[in-house]
């Protein structure tokens, strides 16, 4: 509580170049230390941020310049940048609103530069922020500040009642000394509530020692949350799934939700902290002050910030584990060379099928009704028999929504009665949907209706995830958990985020790539990636990648940050097949004069065999160029054209059924990760329902989160530990039975 001796300051002008520079110099050490870097490091990155280069682009090509930071320390880089200038900014704004009104003084401003985070500052600025009428406000009216004062100063002599009696004044609205007493009382409440140091130390004790309670509405009530029936927790230990689970079930209105606390612990050392004179003939009204303040003012705010920050933490969690499953979900390795009959599954209105060439060319659509409650198997393998026989169909890729076991056992009779060459494949239907509905996909397939482009989508995504995936809102693609509760903006900056990261760590082929796949290319833009594809179509295919500069609206810095990342296969020149950026092709010159090779080499053994023997740290200075810089470039000579998903292992193909009444605990099963979340991971073994892997099966060695041992995508050994056949739900272990 402020004690108004020191002097007050002239309002604050705007920050001079020095004191910016000082600034900056303050923000760019803090990251440095919060973060564990370099402070060169950070300096460097923040300069290529500020001069408008990408995240992907700063990654691959400015290597040398931030000391090879990858892509998440770049972006951590990049997020508390913007914090701590959001912060700073926010600082000068308190500063201007506390000088206007003359309240500024040598100390507040000292502790309003300080403060490291947004709610530090928030509190300093509480007492000074411009309320509603309050209690206190309307004492002060009442000219009652004088007796809060005089209560404040503890005083050894007088008597309460008899100075609150001097400030009877029926014309102000002060009938009684009882009257004065609790207006001079709500006064200093709302002071005491205000105290910055208070708030934060009574918001760290709750922290560290309140139990968050769970009581149902209605026990008679049937719901998904009976578990939080009546459940209590420490605060601090709340995993962030339950914070999640337990938000919803009281935004459903199934729960009450509270946090218990040692109230009389904290009065107690609120009173410590603020009476320093226990003889004071104030002490009891003081302690009644303190009371109220923590009750009514202290508490429930505190209650609503703590609630905030766990519900914060929690959404991070949510939104790193999307991101994460999304990132493997779009790296999924491409099925290429094949033509794939893809099927949209349904019951009564019977599933589509869109037949796709090897680069997803669409040749047939049909409809076929072998589900209930149609049943015309006959004529659906005539149908199917037909459409393979016709195009010469090599893999059946089957959407895993409605009705797709019944048409997965469809699949597998009609390959063993007809070609037993052929294999089929689950796929995730998530968002075919959304996409299907879009403008994109009107666009697309004009003619065609949400089905039949929904079957086009699950026949393309088996042959390219990437290129599929990424005309589809992140959103809409289901793998994660609570999604749809957590900020939407921020877990939409995150995915796309993660899909721009995917789209350049692939690269994008140039004549072939959609405007969805260009517009996640590094410094393109929707608008930007619409022209590449109308001057492609107006002018034929791209020869060189120097022709993306007569692309209206591609300026210079445009095309610095986006041609790496964009191929030419079979282009003029083979290093536009290549994630060499054009800056380096000098590079490339230099040392194929230095192994006197030639560009038309490229791609042969022998030359492989030379580069392979090449030492970097040798050859760099010589070069002219970093030694980081030419490793890539070595390695992208070595392999050009290469696409970086095709090193992981590809999809499970399947040829028959196995049904739950199949499952027998310890048996051995092949299976592909559908889904990571914070408790385990949920496993396509070809049974009706995903199988759990619970976080404690994942490893026989302590897993701290299943992120850490599996990703969306992955081929997985599991064991079936137990089969409910009644709930449909199966128990898998990673961890391999003792045979003993």
């Keep these: 509580m402020a004690n108004g001796t020191e002097p007050l300051l002239e309002r604050p002008m705007e920050q001079t170049e020095e004191e910016k520079a000082k600034t900056q110099e303050r923000i760019l050490k803090q990251i440095a230390q919060e973060l564990k870097l370099a402070p060169g490091k950070v300096k460097t990155t923040v300069g290529l941020l500020d001069e408008g280069n990408t995240i992907p682009f700063i990654a691959r090509y400015r290597k040398e310049m931030t000391g090879e930071l990858d892509e998440n320390a770049l972006r951590d880089i990049e997020e508390r940048l913007q914090y701590l200038r959001n912060l700073e900014a926010r600082k000068l704004e308190v500063l201007r609103l506390i000088a206007e009104q003359d309240k500024l003084t040598p100390e507040l401003r000292a502790d309003i530069e300080k403060a490291a985070k947004l709610q530090e500052l928030e509190d300093l600025y509480r007492p000074y922020r411009q309320k509603r009428k309050t209690r206190a406000s309307a004492a002060k009216e009442r000219g009652l500040e004088p007796l809060a004062d005089w209560l404040w100063k503890q005083p050894r002599q007088g008597d309460v009642e008899q100075e609150a009696a001097r400030y009877v004044d029926p014309e102000k609205g002060v009938e009684t000394a009882e009257a004065a007493l609790q207006g001079a009382m709500d006064i200093l409440a709302e002071q005491l509530a205000d105290d910055p140091k208070i708030r934060a130390w009574v918001r760290s004790f709750t922290w560290e020692q309140a139990t968050l309670?769970?009581?149902?509405?209605?026990?008679?009530?049937?719901?998904?949350?009976?578990?939080?029936?009546?459940?209590?927790?420490?605060?601090?230990?709340?995993?962030?799934?339950?914070?999640?689970?337990?938000?919803?079930?009281?935004?459903?209105?199934?729960?009450?939700?509270?946090?218990?606390?040692?109230?009389?612990?904290?009065?107690?050392?609120?009173?410590?902290?603020?009476?320093?004179?226990?003889?004071?003939?104030?002490?009891?009204?003081?302690?009644?002050?303190?009371?109220?303040?923590?009750?009514?003012?202290?508490?429930?705010?505190?209650?609503?910030?703590?609630?905030?920050?766990?519900?914060?933490?929690?959404?991070?969690?949510?939104?790193?584990?999307?991101?994460?499953?999304?990132?493997?979900?779009?790296?999924?390795?491409?099925?290429?060379?094949?033509?794939?009959?893809?099927?949209?599954?349904?019951?009564?209105?019977?599933?589509?099928?869109?037949?796709?060439?090897?680069?997803?060319?669409?040749?047939?659509?049909?409809?076929?009704?072998?589900?209930?409650?149609?049943?015309?198997?006959?004529?659906?393998?005539?149908?199917?028999?037909?459409?393979?026989?016709?195009?010469?169909?090599?893999?059946?890729?089957?959407?895993?929504?409605?009705?797709?076991?019944?048409?997965?056992?469809?699949?597998?009779?009609?390959?063993?009665?007809?070609?037993?060459?052929?294999?089929?494949?689950?796929?995730?239907?998530?968002?075919?949907?959304?996409?299907?509905?879009?403008?994109?996909?009107?666009?697309?397939?004009?003619?065609?209706?949400?089905?039949?482009?929904?079957?086009?989508?699950?026949?393309?995504?088996?042959?390219?995830?990437?290129?599929?995936?990424?005309?589809?809102?992140?959103?809409?693609?289901g793998v994660g958990q609570y999604q749809h509760d957590v900020s939407q903006k921020r877990l939409e900056e995150s995915l796309g985020a993660v899909v721009e990261s995917a789209v350049n760590h692939v690269g994008v082929d140039l004549n072939t790539a959609s405007p969805s796949l260009l517009a996640y290319v590094a410094g393109v833009n929707g608008t930007i990636a619409k022209n590449i594809v109308k001057h492609r179509e107006e002018n034929g295919k791209f020869a060189s990648r120097k022709q993306l500069q007569k692309v209206p609206r591609l300026g210079a810095k445009t095309f610095e940050q986006c041609v790496g990342f964009l191929r030419i296969p079979g282009g003029d020149n083979p290093l536009d097949n290549t994630p060499i950026h054009p800056e380096s092709y000098d590079v490339v010159d230099r040392l194929f004069r230095e192994l006197k090779v030639e560009l038309a080499e490229l791609g042969s053994a022998g030359l492989k065999e030379r580069l392979q023997a090449v030492q970097a740290g040798e050859l760099a200075d010589r070069l002219g160029v970093g030694v980081p810089t030419l490793r890539d470039i070595l390695d992208s000579l070595q392999?050009?054209?290469?696409?970086?998903?095709?090193?992981?292992?590809?999809?499970?193909?399947?040829?028959?059924?196995?049904?739950?009444?199949?499952?027998?605990?310890?048996m051995e099963l092949q299976g592909t990760v559908r889904n990571v979340i914070d408790f385990g991971a949920f496993v396509d073994i070809g049974v009706k329902n995903d199988g759990l892997v619970h976080i404690s099966q994942l490893s026989s060695r302590f897993v701290k989160h299943p992120m850490d041992v599996v990703s969306v995508g992955d081929t997985v050994t599991v064991w079936v530990l137990g089969v409910d056949e009644k709930k449909g739900r199966v128990s898998l272990t990673m961890r391999k039975p003792d045979r003993a």
């Design 639 to 666: 392999r050009p054209g290469r696409d970086p998903r095709e090193e992981l292992p590809p999809p499970i193909f399947r040829k028959d059924v196995l049904k739950l009444e199949d499952l027998k605990p310890g």
């Design 213 to 477: 309670v769970t009581a149902a509405k209605d026990k008679s009530q049937e719901s998904v949350y009976e578990m939080y029936y009546d459940y209590q927790e420490p605060v601090k230990k709340l995993p962030p799934h339950r914070t999640l689970a337990i938000n919803r079930g009281e935004r459903e209105d199934v729960l009450k939700v509270s946090l218990t606390v040692d109230a009389a612990r904290i009065t107690d050392q609120i009173a410590r902290q603020t009476i320093k004179h226990w003889g004071s003939v104030a002490v009891d009204t003081l302690k009644a002050v303190i009371e109220d303040a923590y009750k009514r003012l202290i508490a429930p705010a505190v209650e609503r910030e703590i609630r905030g920050r766990l519900t914060e933490q929690a959404e991070e969690q949510a939104i790193g584990i999307f991101s994460g499953n999304l990132r493997s979900l779009l790296l999924q390795p491409p099925v290429k060379g094949k033509i794939v009959l893809g099927v949209d599954p349904a019951y009564r209105t019977g599933c589509k099928l869109a037949v796709v060439d090897e680069t997803g060319k669409v040749l047939d659509i049909a409809v076929s009704y072998p589900t209930p409650p149609n049943n015309k198997v006959t004529e659906a393998k005539a149908l199917f028999r037909r459409l393979v026989d016709t195009h010469g169909v090599e893999l059946i890729v089957i959407g895993n929504g409605t009705a797709s076991r019944e048409t997965e056992q469809f699949v597998a009779d009609f390959i063993r009665e007809h070609n037993p060459s052929l294999a089929y494949s689950i796929a995730s239907e998530a968002g075919a949907s959304v996409y299907s509905a879009s403008k994109l996909a009107q666009t697309e397939f004009p003619e065609l209706d949400v089905a039949e482009r929904s079957a086009i989508s699950i026949a393309r995504r088996m042959q390219d995830p990437l290129a599929e995936l990424v005309k589809i809102d992140p959103k809409a693609i």
